[in-house]
């Protein structure tokens, strides 16, 4: 049973306009969260994370909210630009378990048009 | 330079032979580990290690075999018994488990 969820496959967005890339979790023990970004046939890299402890977390053009009630978060890039096209991985984990590695959802493919 | 390193990038290997792809970080990490990449699939864990000669397996971990004699090393065998070996198969490493992971390029495996 999937962990993580990334339900929307692809997203297409015009250049400029804001991104909205959502993930949902079931594991109620997950307590810290990332992004990554991939591009085909490289590895993922590293966006951003958020712990429990907060709803948001901001860097640069990327912000990330949270919200535990409903075991949702999700990834906002403003403003899109076309090299934001690529994969978008949401993952997660308990940070304070030993044992646990990063959990990831299926990806969403984003699409920015200029 | 610093980071995590994978060869060969493209590898190919014929039905019924086992085959070990490479994985090598110089970032001093505790942790790595094998996720495996399929079209629609996300990432699925194989095998991950917390620290030297210790190793545990992961989601998908049937038909693969690893190793951690040395920090930097964590070698992933595909064996015959892989029953759909295609795919591209990344190494990751991080400070300890739990943490953000650093990936590297990838190796794409075709069995013919």
């Known amino acids: 049973d999937q962990q993580v969820k990334q339900n929307s496959p692809s997203l297409s967005v015009q250049e400029g306009r804001i991104s909205i890339l959502n993930c949902d979790y079931t594991n109620s023990m997950f307590d810290y969260f990332l992004w990554y970004k991939k591009y085909p046939a490289e590895g993922p890299t590293f966006l951003i994370s958020i712990s429990s402890i907060k709803d948001k977390n901001e860097d640069g053009r990327f912000t990330v909210f949270l919200n535990k009630s409903a075991k949702h978060l999700s990834l906002h890039i403003v403003p899109s630009q076309p090299g934001d096209s690529a994969v978008y991985f949401c993952?997660?984990?308990?940070?304070?378990?030993?044992?646990?590695?990063?959990?990831f959802g299926k990806g969403t493919t984003l699409s920015v048009s200029s | 330079d610093g980071g995590i390193t994978q060869s060969p990038k493209y590898l190919f290997r014929k039905e019924g032979q086992n085959v070990t792809l490479s994985c090598e970080q110089n970032?001093?990490?505790?942790?790595m580990y094998w996720y495996r990449q399929d079209p629609g699939q996300g990432l699925r864990l194989i095998y991950y290690?917390?620290?030297?000669?210790?190793?545990q397996k992961g989601d998908i971990a049937e038909g693969y075999s690893v190793s951690r004699e040395k920090k930097e090393s964590f070698p992933l065998t595909v064996t015959s018994a892989q029953k759909n070996p295609t795919a591209f198969y990344l190494c990751?490493?991080?400070?300890?488990?739990?943490?953000?992971?650093?990936f590297g390029q990838g190796t794409r495996l075709t069995v013919v």
């Open positions: 990751a490493s991080s400070i300890v488990m739990n943490t953000e992971a650093f």
């Open positions: 993952a997660a984990t308990e940070a304070n378990q030993a044992g646990t590695a990063l959990i």
């Open positions: 970032l001093n990490h505790d942790a």
């Open positions: 290690s917390q620290i030297v000669n210790d190793f």
